[in-house]
C-alpha cells in the first residue's frame, strides 16, 4: 500500500540552539526512518513567540544541516499553521470533543482537578471573560506498544487530564498541534524523547478524536547532564558545537548504544552516516537514561584521554 510507506519527523520546539539531547533525538528518528527506506521530515514547533528567541529557528536548522541531518520536504513551520489549528478546534467543538474553560489553575487546583464552572457542559461564558479550549478527554486504561519499551498501560483521566489546545492568551497547544501536523504530513512513526511518554495516551485519543489511526511510536530514553537532569534548553544545556559535527554524531550513537569506532570521529559526517545506518541496532538502544549515562560518561572519559 502506497500510503504506508514509513514517514518519521523531528519535532524541536525553537526555544533555544539544539543540545546533545536534542542531537540524539534528532539522530534516531533520522536513523530509524532511513534503516526503513522512509522519509525523514523536520518540523519547527514554534508556537509560543514569548519563549521562542529569535534566532534559535535559524540555530537549529543549521546545526542539524551542520550534521547532515536534511529534511527530505520543506520545513513544516507550526508559526505558518494557525488556520489549521483553528479549522481542528472548531470540528472538535461540534464533535463534543473540546470545550470553552474559563477556570484558573488556581480553582483547579482548590478543587482537586475537577471544574469548579462544570465547563464540560459547555455552560454559557461570560463577555469579555478570557478563556481556554480543552481536549474532552475519555476515561480510558490505554494500552499501547512502544517500539523500544514494549507495551505500555496509561491511565487517562477525563477532565482532571483534560489538555488545554487553545490557550488563554490565544496561542494553540502542543498537544493539538503535534497531532494536527502529523495527521497532516502522513507521519507513520514517531521516535522522540521518553520525557514525552505520558504524553502518548492523551495524543491517541486526539488522533481518534480527529478521524485518524494514532502512528507507531518509540520513544527514547532521555540524555541527562552531570547532575542528573535531563538536558534542556531550562537548564541550561550548552549548544551543540558546530564545527565538530563528527564528534558529536559519534556520542551521540553511542548514547544510543551503538559501537562506533573512535577513529570514526575523524570521518566526514557522510562517512560516519553511513556506518550509522549500516550498523544501526534498534535493539542496542538504551531503556532508560541511567544507561545511556553510562554509556555516555564512559565514552566521554575513553574519548578524554
Ligand atoms: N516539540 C516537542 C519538543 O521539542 C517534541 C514533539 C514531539 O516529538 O512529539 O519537546
Known amino acids: ?94 464533535n463534543g470533543k473540546a470545550y470553552r474553560c474559563a477556570c484558573s489553575r488556581k480553582q483547579l487546583q482548590a478543587n482537586n482537578g475537577r471544574h469548579p464552572a462544570h465547563c464540560r457542559d459547555n455552560l454559557p461564558i461570560p463577555d469579555g471573560t478570557a478563556y481556554a479550549i480543552r481536549f474532552a478527554l475519555s476515561d480510558e486504561n490505554c494500552h499501547w506498544q512502544d517500539l523500544l519499551l514494549g507495551p505500555q498501560n ?47 495516551a492523551q495524543q491517541q485519543q486526539v488522533f481518534q478524536a480527529l478521524g485518524a489511526e494514532p502512528p507507531r511510536w518509540l520513544h527514547i530514553p532521555v540524555i541527562l547532564n552531570e547532575q542528573g537532569q535531563k538536558l534542556s534548553k531550562q537548564n541550561l544545556a550548552p549548544a551543540l558545537d558546530d564545527s565538530q559535527p563528527s564528534v558529536n554524531l559519534v556520542q551521540a550513537l553511542s548514547s544510543l548504544g551503538q559501537k562506533p569506532p573512535a577513529t570514526l570521529a575523524y570521518a566526514r559526517v557522510e562517512d560516519v552516516l553511513e556506518w550509522a545506518l549500516a550498523h544501526w541496532q534498534r535493539q542496542a538502544i538504551p531503556l532508560t537514561s541511567q544507561q545511556a549515562r553510562g554509556i555516555t560518561l564512559g565514552t566521554q572519559t575513553h574519548s578524554d584521554y
Not at 514569548?50 to 507550526?78: K, N, W, Y
Not at 482532571?160 to 497532516?184: M, S, T
Open 154 to 200: 496509561q491511565r487517562v483521566l477525563a477532565e482532571l487530564d483534560d489538555p488545554v489546545i487553545r490557550r488563554k492568551e490565544g496561542f494553540y497547544a502542543y498537544q493539538l498541534a503535534v497531532v494536527v501536523d502529523d495527521i497532516n504530513q502522513g507521519i507513520t512513526d514517531i521516535v522522540r524523547g521518553s520525557d514525552l511518554l505520558n504524553m502518548t
Open 1 to 94: 500500500m502506497e500510503h504506508s510507506r514509513y514517514r518519521g519527523r523531528f519535532a524541536p520546539s525553537p526555544t533555544g540552539p539544539l543540545h546533545f539531547g536534542s542531537l540524539v533525538t534528532a539522530l534516531a528518528s533520522w536513523l530509524e526512518a532511513r534503516a526503513s527506506n522512509g522519509v525523514w521530515l523536520v518540523r519547527v514547533e514554534d508556537l509560543d513567540p514569548l519563549r521562542e528567541p529569535p534566532d534559535a529557528t535559524a540555530q537549529i536548522l543549521h546545526s542539524l544541516e551542520a550534521h547532515g541531518l536534511l529534511s527530505d520536504e520543506p520545513v513544516c513551520f507550526q508559526s505558518r499553521r494557525h488556520s489549521a489549528y483553528q479549522h481542528a478546534i472548531e470540528q472538535l467543538l461540534k
